[in-house]
Structure formats: C-alpha cells, structure tokens
C-alpha cells in the first residue's frame, strides 16, 4: 500500500545545529509530497511541498529535495531555532485521490 | 483572510453518546477533509467532502459519518461513543480536489470521551 516512514524521534538538538529528518515513501505513482509542523495545542501548518522529481521545497530556512531514484523527501534546515520545537510530519497525497498520508510524526527539541 | 475554523475546540463526552464536529473552511475552497490524531494511530484520514459530495472515505466505523452544505462548511458526527474514539479531530480544507494542492489544517477539536 501506500505509506510515508519517518525516522523515529524524538530529536534534540542545540540552537544552531543543523538538522536533518528522513522521510522516505512507497514509490507507488507520482504522489505530491509534502512537510508539515504541529505546535503543541494547535493544527497541522504545510510547511513546505513538492509535486514531482527533483522538486525542492523550501520554506523558512526548511528545505526539501523529492528524490524519486531513493523515495525519499528528507527534511533539512542549516540553523534551528529555539522556536522550530515542534512536531514535523511527512507526507503524501496521491495522485488520483485527494487523502493524505502521513508519517508517525517527529519530536524536535531545540535547547538554548 | 481566515483560516479554517474548527469549533468547539474542546468536547467532553460520556461513552454512548453522540457529538457533532464543526468545519468552517477557508473562504472559496470546496475540499474538506476530515482526519483523526491519536498517540497511538497517528494521522489517519476519515473522509473527504467536495461539493457536497463524500469523495473519499478511510477506514472508520460506520458511526463516523459527515456531510458537507452548500457553503462548503462540514460537520463531521460519531455516534455511540468509544473511549477509543478520544482524539484531536482535525479539519483541512483545499481549492479543489487535486495532487498539488496542500490542505490548510485548522487547529482542531479536542474529544475526550469518559
């Protein structure tokens, strides 16, 4: 079936450090893939998205690569920030329906 | 512009008792999703609405059931309540129906069932 695997968290890292999340996806058509961010107490925030091979999304210093020859879509940031604590969760939609799916979700801790 | 607006944001249910979910989406988008987030199961998609009609629906009970009005707004309802079904039920809303379009999440509806 389809499905999205996220490496398991959670992660904690200094402010500054940078920072790599893997994601990797069943290579089944040509889904759109996608990152989003969970603050505690709130909804999910697309972070970032790209819809064919080779795409780079990239969004407030976030940025990730589709790479179709490894079926992957890791997400990396140069520089994290107290702030960028959260949940980050990978993701497909496929290409002829509309649901998402999603990761399991990683935890990023960043200390001061 | 305002985002997807999901109320009540919290819900406190007594098992067997039903309880409807509200979903006012992103003004002009016609896609809306529902999905449920538990520590357990993660994300897991229920069902998607678009113009009116049900265009998707994920492995849920029968006692999962939404629809979706005219003004693209949804509720989603789940009868006969389960401790189990104690989760954060999020709401997303898309323009239309298609690949590269991502969905605006809203901040969700807390249910605990007792």
């Known amino acids: 079936g389809n499905s999205v695997t996220q490496m398991e968290g959670p992660v904690t890292l200094s402010e500054e450090a940078f920072l790599t999340i893997n994601c990797t996806y069943t290579?089944?058509?040509?889904?759109?893939l996608f990152w989003y961010v969970q603050y505690p107490g709130e909804g999910l925030q697309l972070l970032l998205k790209?819809?064919?091979?080779?795409d780079k999304g990239s969004n407030k210093g976030f940025e990730a690569t589709y790479r179709k020859e490894t079926t992957s879509f890791h997400l990396e940031k140069g520089s994290v920030q107290v702030s960028d604590s959260a949940v980050y969760f990978c993701?497909?939609?496929?290409?002829?329906?509309?649901?998402?799916?999603f990761g399991e979700g990683t935890q990023l801790t960043v200390n001061p | 512009k305002a985002g997807v607006t999901q109320t009540p944001r919290y819900l406190i249910k007594t098992r067997g008792q039903q309880v409807t979910l509200s979903c006012s989406p992103i003004?002009?988008?016609?896609?809306v999703s529902w999905y449920q987030q538990t520590p357990g199961q993660g994300l897991q998609f229920l069902f998607e609405?678009?113009?009116?009609?049900?265009?998707n629906k994920g492995n849920f009970p029968g006692r999962f059931s939404g629809r979706q009005f005219s003004n693209s707004r949804s509720e989603m309802n789940v009868s006969t309540l389960e401790l189990g079904d104690s989760a954060l039920y999020l709401c997303?809303?898309?323009?239309?129906?298609?690949?590269?379009?991502?969905?605006?999440f809203g901040s969700g509806t807390r249910l605990t069932v007792v």
């Open positions: 790209a819809t064919k091979a080779d």
């Open positions: 609405y678009f113009s009116e009609t049900q265009r």
């Open positions: 290579a089944t058509g040509y889904p759109s």
């Open positions: 993701a497909r939609r496929e290409t002829s329906g509309s649901r998402l799916t």
């Open positions: 997303a809303s898309s323009l239309e129906t298609g690949r590269r379009d991502g969905y605006t």
């Open positions: 003004s002009g988008h016609r896609s």
